[in-house]
C-alpha cells in the first residue's frame, strides 16, 4: 500500500512538475534515457534494460543515463524519463517512471505511453 501511495504522489509531482517545464524534453538531455555512447533508447527499449528487485541506482545510470530525480525523505526516490510525443507537449510525452527503494533498489517501474492531442 505505501509502494502504491508513493508511486500516486511521484505521478502527481511529475504531473505538477511537466506541467511547470521543469522536465527537459531535449533528446539528450536530462531525462531522456540513451546509452553511454549517446544514442537516444526507446521507451520500450530502456525499460527492459532495467529489472525489479536487481537493478541499483548505479546500474540505472549507467543503462539509461542521467534522469529526473525526485527524492523522498524516506530514501525512497523517483527518476523519470521522458520522450517527447508528436507535438512537443508533455502530455504527449511518454514516461519511464522508476521506483527505487531505500536500500537503492529498483521497486518498481511504469511505462506511461504519450496522449494523443484532441482538437
Known sequence: MKTLLS?????????ACASSGLFATSPQGPGAAHTASGQALAPQAAMDLVAIGKSSKAEVAVALGPAVVIPFDSGKAVWVYRWPGADQTSRAATELVLL?????????VRLRPGYARHE
Open 7 to 15: 508511486l500516486i504522489a511521484a505521478a502527481w509531482l511529475c504531473t
Open 100 to 108: 527505487f527503494d531505500a536500500s537503492g533498489l529498483l521497486a518498481n
